[in-house]
């Protein structure tokens, strides 16, 4: 067995752990202004980290982490029902034509995606004199900020019904229909049953999501219209126009080192004790 790994140890060796030790060791070189990154004998100092403890960056960090949590969370809400009617409602044939469907929306290219939300509900929208008319400014910074979830829910909702069907095919209808049977609602039946019965599909859907949305590039950059913007764009920032790459890895190494975080403690709580079983 071990020699059966052998092949997948390598590659990840070489393809990610090496490319990731050597930025590591970038984010902690002297950078000079004037370069193209930082130089082979530059010294080694944490002032790349120090430089991140200032407000825009502060303020920069919570904006990815917000946007991405809820629009994770708002995913999860629209693709877990829609994962149980498929499972549960619909005949065979329209849950493969349903299955096909979001798998096609995966496919689908992100920046034809992301402009075709732009041209629909953007500042040049078709829908601005309804928007006018609402009393909604399309540059303003709430509706922005809005936008650009709408445009992570076009990856997140797909790929979250998608893990959640094999979820909710493994939940017993047999537990809520004895639920019901002894005096439960249905919607209590689903929260006391089917949620705590799905709660790894759905934690496993959550980081999925919350991966894709916190490394996410084309979304804010067309959608955010430079008020919204996410770690990723400070990163292409620094490393593509300043040819800062030693700032431009320590945020790179910061990001990694939160999104690492957030997935262990979201995953021991899906083990924990404390969820209703």
Known sequence: MPFALLPAVLIMAVAFLLP???????SFRLFTPGRVGAAADAPLTLANYADLLNLPFAGLFWETL?????????GLVVAYPLAWHIVRRWSRRVRALATGFMVTL???SMLVRTYAIE???GSVSIFRPALRALGISPNSGWYIECL???GLLHYIIPVATLTLLGTVQNVDPRLVEAAQSLGAPAW?????VTLPLSRVGLVGAFLIGLTFSVSAFVIPMVLGKGRVLFLSNSIYNRFSELADYPSGAAISMVMLAV???LVLAVSRLAV???WPA
């Open 188 to 192: 209590r039946a689903h929260l006391t």
């Open 259 to 261: 999104s690492l975080a």
């Open 66 to 74: 917000r946007i991405s949590i809820l629009s994770s969370l708002v």
């Open 272 to 274: 924990s004790r404390r």
């Open 119 to 121: 041209l629909t509900f």
């Open 106 to 108: 995966l496919l689908l």
């Open 148 to 150: 650009v979830g709408g």
């Open 20 to 26: 990731m030790a050597g930025l590591a060791v970038e």
